[in-house]
């Protein structure tokens, strides 16, 4: 079965510090993999997503991720956190299962949460 | 959330009622998708559309229901039958199936049933 874990229910950063939100999956074959930001009572924002190709993938808002084929991982960073990053990110992967409909399995989230 | 919208942003219903939630985009999007979000627990797929006049169930479709009778509408319906209602309830769309397209956020509507 395919999923996807993000391993840490919260995370705290001082601001202008380096942040990283980790995110591990279980997929057969390559996998399609997204990121996701949420702001309180808002909708879901697409950041960056990794299909092929180069293993650093550059997003919205100064945001990048590591995909890392022998780890099964896809962790999130920036290098410098703003207040304005607090929110909820969801780690996604792609149902390569036949006739799924393009459907996203989402891990559980990780509140973010960057102090001045 | 831009391209999608969803109404009303908060719904209160009494329990045993149906409701239903609608969800409209101007994308031009062939998918449609309506998620489940409780704290903790991230999203669930209840169901999803590829084109118009179909649909499928997703991983927690008792006691919904929905439509595709237009491109750009996939209202859902939550009936009595849904032993939990109360829930942020998520509607996205995108481009399509085949390539592993993003898929674009409403802005959610939050429903409380007593």
């Known amino acids: 079965a395919q999923s996807v874990a993000q391993p840490e229910d919260q995370v705290n950063v001082a601001e202008g510090n380096p942040l990283t939100v980790k995110c591990t999956y279980s997929?057969?074959?390559?996998?399609?993999l997204f990121w996701y930001v949420q702001y309180p009572n808002r909708g879901l924002q697409f950041l960056l997503k990794?299909?092929?190709?180069?293993?650093l993938v550059k997003g919205s808002y100064g945001f990048e991720a590591e995909f890392n084929k022998s780890q099964t991982s896809f962790h999130l960073k920036k290098p410098s956190a703003l207040v304005s990053d607090s929110a909820l990110y969801f780690c996604?992967?792609?149902?390569?299962?036949?006739?799924?409909?393009?459907?996203?399995?989402f891990g559980q989230g990780t509140e973010l949460s960057v102090k001045p | 959330d831009g391209g999608i919208t969803q109404s009303p942003k908060y719904l209160f219903r009494k329990e045993g009622q149906n409701v239903t939630l609608s969800c409209e985009q101007n994308?031009?999007?062939?998918?449609m998708y309506w998620y489940r979000q409780d704290p903790g627990q991230g999203l669930r797929l209840i169901y999803y559309?590829?084109?118009?006049?179909?649909?499928q169930k997703g991983d927690i479709a008792e006691g919904y229901s929905v439509s595709r009778e237009k491109k750009e509408s996939f209202p859902l319906t939550v009936t009595s039958a849904q032993k939990n209602p109360t829930a942020f309830y998520l509607c996205?769309?995108?481009?399509?199936?085949?390539?592993?397209?993003?898929?674009?956020f409403g802005p959610g509507t939050r429903l409380t049933v007593t």
């Open positions: 994308l031009n999007h062939d998918a």
């Open positions: 997929v057969s074959g390559n996998p399609y």
């Open positions: 559309s590829q084109i118009v006049n179909d649909f």
């Open positions: 996205a769309s995108s481009m399509g199936q085949g390539f592993p397209y993003e898929q674009y």
């Open positions: 990794y299909i092929t190709g180069d293993n």
């Open positions: 996604a992967v792609r149902d390569i299962s036949w006739n799924q409909g393009g459907k996203l399995i």
